[in-house]
Structure formats: C-alpha cells, structure tokens
C-alpha cells in the first residue's frame, strides 16, 4: 500500500521526475507524458461520474481504478526484466480489455446502428464522455509513440484503444440511447 507522509518532495524541481523503478527522466519524456495523460483522462472520467448514475457510474468507477493501474503500468519501464523484481509489478491485462468488449457490446445492443456521425454534445453526461474519449485517443497516441522507443506492455495500448469506443458507445447511452445524439450535417454552413 501507498503511505504518503510528505506530497512535496523538491525533487522535480529542475525538470526531472522519478519513473516507479527510481530512474530519472525529464519531466516531458515521451512515458510521462503516456502515464500523465492517463491521469489526466482518470480526472475528466471523475467529472464526468459527477453526472453519471446507476451501472454506468460503477463501470466508470471500474475505468477509473484500471487507469490507476494503467500509470503504474506505464511508469514501470524495463517489461523484459520483470521476471528480475522482488515483486510483480501491476500490469494491465487483457481480462480488463475483455470486460470493456463485453460492456460495449452490451451497451451497443441498446442502439440503433449509426447513420451518420454524431458531433460531441448533448446532454451534460454524453458531452464529458465525449471528453473522456478524446483524451483516452490521445493517451493511446502517446502510448504507441512510447512503443516505437521502448518495451511496452501491448494490453496498455489494446486498452486504451477499446477505452476510447467504450466511451464513445457509452455518450451514446447517456444521450437517451442515441434518440438525444447530435447528428453531423455536412456542409450544413457552406
């Protein structure tokens, strides 16, 4: 378990921060930009519940705690030593993949099939997790970066990526089942 005695250490403040295996790197590498997006979408997922109820806000609840689980992931390079750590260290597996594809499905069978594209809006709910969805692409985008210059735990990335439909399913939900979404009309102000 986390003990948190002290929040400020002044350790960071040359630019630098600590990676979860002590190593330091600069506060903008490439892994923490990846694992601070992925706090950064944990924050717009909780304003998001502030709006949400019943099942989705305990799916939500659930995304959050995977994201926790994700940063760790994502700050604790050297995936091929792992086998070497006193401990296991917390990666992202693919039953937590599995389950978000299961929920979409589930949530999917609720809806009418698109025919055009919906613009992000709505009701206040669908409007936040079109939020999450953004955010949730552009951590995956980091994520992949990350990938190309090191060793990465590839259900990171799967994650992300069905993360980002999940939320766009579950906008639809929070739009009265899709009958609330906002359709795209193009070239409605030429």
């Known amino acids: 378990m986390v003990v948190l005695n002290k929040i400020y250490t002044k350790t960071g403040d040359h630019g630098e921060t600590a990676l979860g295996n002590g190593a330091r790197v600069a506060k903008f590498a490439t892994r923490v930009e990846a ?28 995304i959050q705690n995977d994201l926790f689980d994700l940063g760790a992931d994502l700050c604790l390079p050297d995936m091929d ?13 693919g039953a937590q993949t599995a389950r978000l594809e299961s929920e979409i499905d589930a949530m999917n069978a609720r809806l009418e099939a698109l025919r055009s594209f919906i613009l992000p809006g709505g009701s206040a709910l669908s409007a ?14 980091l994520t ?9 735990n590839s259900d990171a990335v799967r994650y992300l990526n069905r993360l980002s439909d999940w939320f766009f399913v579950a906008a639809r939900i929070a739009n009265d089942e899709g009958r609330a979404d906002v359709l795209w009309v193009p070239g409605a102000n030429r």
Do not use: F, W
Request: glycine share 6%; net charge negative; proline share 3%.
């Open 144 to 152: 992949v970066e990350l990938a190309t210059v090191e060793s990465i």
């Open 128 to 141: 936040h997790l079109h939020h999450c969805r953004t955010v949730a692409r552009r951590a995956e985008r």
């Open 35 to 62: 694992y601070g997006t992925s706090d950064e979408l944990n924050s717009v997922v909780g304003v998001a519940r502030l709006h949400a109820e019943g099942d989705l806000d305990a799916a939500l609840n659930r």
């Open 81 to 93: 030593k792992d086998g070497e750590r006193e401990y296991p260290p917390l990666r992202m597996s």
